[in-house]
């Protein structure tokens, strides 16, 4: 018996198969238990970690030994203002957690973490020359998810509002549109506040959603987590069902002969 | 010995680590680690001199001059 109907395809991005279309943040938990709880409440098999310099004022637990096993790690390029930097940044995280996966992030402002689309695609292809499996958090813009993808991007990373912001998807049509367009996998990262938005990221085609805020710093990050989950998975149903065309006036569901009284 | 002679032998021999400098104390990456408590088998940990990585493989081998710059960093919470 198949149960097609009832659950989620699997995602396939450079060769690797997710069961869960919800890509999680770790940053900002009220702490490293709720962390873990909501990863296991989202269902999610990647999570995203920053690569700092070490404290000279001591560690507390390492990131890598409490995730375990629990999912894959992408590490982030987070704050790098140049491909230098941001090339650098990869290469030690793929040296610190033993992947050649990144979210390849190259921002143009520090307070609007807007990326900068130059060293972004400079960045893209010495990486993907490194042997990099790149995914770049980028504008929602189609021409240069489509510059990104030609210069071997594994999958495109449009954001939804700025990071953060909890605004929601801000231009859904073009989020449509660079769906509809890609060569790769289309994952809305940023700007994701609740779970009804993360669904519309799903209904609009994406192939998955990376969040991490409107979990990390909901009243309930766990019971968010799996609202997250929920959505994401309603969202990629609803796309693949394929939704009504929009009308301008009422169409009865209920037959239209046969009324009482008439 | 001239001047200048003089003042350069006067000065101790310094690196950058994480962007701020420190004597020349560490033969080696691996020492330099090991002064910081962190072991060669520590997860999640990287290392840069001069704006290469160097492999955890690589950390007892590889020596550190006076004025090279190194980078230590570990995977953190992220978005």
């Not at chain 1, 130059?118 to 499996?133: K, P, Q, S, W």
């Not at chain 2, 002679?5 to 990456?29: C, D, F, K, Q």
């Amino acid at each position: 018996m198949t149960t097609d109907h009832k659950t989620t395809d699997p995602l396939v991005i450079a060769g690797r198969s997710f069961a869960s279309r919800l890509f999680l943040g770790t940053a900002g938990y009220p702490n490293r238990q709720v962390m873990l709880d909501a990863i296991a409440a989202s269902g999610t098999e990647m999570v995203t970690a920053a690569i700092r310099r070490i404290s000279l004022a001591g560690e507390e637990e390492s990131l890598v030994d409490l995730i375990g096993d629990r999912a894959h790690f992408l590490p982030n390029t987070a704050g790098c203002q140049t491909a230098r930097d941001a090339v650098l940044t990869a290469e030690l995280a793929r040296e610190a957690l033993g992947t050649t996966w990144i979210k390849l992030e190259v921002i143009g402002d520090r307070e609007l973490l807007y990326p900068d689309v130059e060293e972004l695609l400079r960045a893209t292809e010495t990486l993907v020359a490194a042997g990099f499996t790149v995914l770049p958090y980028c504008n929602d813009d189609p021409i240069t998810c489509r510059k990104l993808a030609d210069a071997g991007a594994a999958a495109v990373m449009p954001l939804g509002a700025p990071i953060g912001s909890g605004l929601g998807i801000c231009n859904p049509h073009m989020i449509e549109t660079i769906c509809a367009r890609s060569a790769v996998p289309v994952v809305l990262d940023a700007g994701i506040g609740t779970a009804s938005e993360a669904a519309l990221a799903m209904e609009l085609g994406c192939a998955a959603v990376l969040l991490n805020t409107a979990v990390s710093k909901a009243n309930d990050p766990v019971r968010m987590a799996a609202a997250m989950r929920a959505g994401v998975e309603a969202g990629r149903l609803a796309s693949r069902a394929g939704r009504i065309a929009r009308k301008r006036h009422a169409e009865p569901s209920s037959p239209q002969l046969g009324l009482v009284g008439t | 010995m001239t001047e200048s002679t003089a003042a350069r032998v006067a000065v101790p021999e310094t690196i950058t680590v994480n962007g701020s400098a420190e004597p020349l104390a560490a033969e080696t990456i691996a020492a330099l680690l090991a002064a910081r408590n962190i072991e060669s088998g520590a997860r999640g940990i990287a290392v840069a001199l001069n704006g290469r990585v160097v492999p955890r493989t690589a950390w007892d081998r590889t020596t550190i001059a006076a004025g090279d710059a190194v980078e230590i960093v570990r995977a953190r919470p992220g978005g």
